[in-house]
């Protein structure tokens, strides 16, 4: 079954506003990355985590893999951070990181 | 901020006819990996390297699908007859060890 729950899937944010997306696993994993896939389909790595919490500017993730969950927390948000996100994790090094479903995120003036 | 190189960046080929894409890891990253992005945006893993050795794979067994990554020469995904279906985004990606992995842009296959 599926690995990987990703919510939500689609999110609608007004400029200078923030919120979380999430990552479910269903088996436990050795590390989690974020991505923001641009209108290109260019994917952009925001952070990769073995465990604990990171942080860059107006974005911070944390993994928790006891819990079997990531989480990826935008504030402030701007309209050139829409795109979809995604979650990918790995059971083990080397193994295929395994992709969530993606959230859509639009940001509006 | 990756350095994966893939080519081309879009492709059109007819059903039934080969299509060949290539991809330049980042140096000094000796596993890479190939997934496929369809409409609904859902990424399905298809093979990965360690050097030249396969270390995973979906299983091909249309057989239509092979990729290889020889010494000194980009890594490729070829698909021998197209389908429709297999129109997609197709994205390489590499890795050092136990790193995060950086995907190249990507090569848009549109099968016609």
């Known amino acids: 079954g599926d690995q990987v729950e990703q919510s939500p899937s689609a999110l609608s944010l007004h400029e200078g506003t923030g919120s979380a997306l999430r990552c479910n696993f269903t088996?436990?994993?050795?590390?989690v990355q974020w991505f923001q896939q641009n209108s290109r389909g260019s994917l952009i790595n925001l952070f990769y985590?073995?465990?604990g919490t990171k942080e860059n500017g107006r974005l911070k993730s944390t993994f928790n893999s006891k819990e079997s969950y990531s989480t990826l927390h935008i504030r402030d948000a701007q309209l050139e951070d829409s795109g979809t996100y995604f979650c990918?994790?790995?059971?083990?090094?080397?193994?295929?990181?395994?992709f969530g479903a993606g959230t859509k995120l639009s940001v509006k003036p | 901020n990756s350095k994966v190189i893939q080519t081309p960046r879009y492709l059109v080929k007819g059903q039934g006819q080969k299509a060949k894409m290539r991809c330049i890891p980042e140096?000094?990253?000796?596993?890479v990996f190939w997934y496929q992005q369809n409409k609904n945006n859902e990424f399905k893993f298809l093979i990965n390297?360690?050097?030249?050795?396969?270390?995973?794979q979906i299983d091909m067994t249309e057989k239509r699908f092979s990729a290889e990554c020889p010494s000194n020469s980009p890594c490729s995904l070829e698909i021998q007859s197209s389908e429709a279906g297999d129109s997609a985004l197709y994205l390489c990606?590499?890795?050092?060890?136990?790193?995060?992995?950086?995907f190249g842009k990507g090569t848009r296959l549109t099968v016609v």
């Open positions: 990606a590499s890795k050092q060890g136990n790193t995060e992995v950086f």
């Open positions: 088996t436990t994993m050795r590390a």
């Open positions: 985590l073995a465990s």
């Open positions: 990918a994790a790995e059971v083990l090094n080397n193994n295929a990181p395994r």
């Open positions: 140096k000094g990253h000796p596993v």
């Open positions: 390297f360690q050097n030249q050795e396969v270390l995973q």
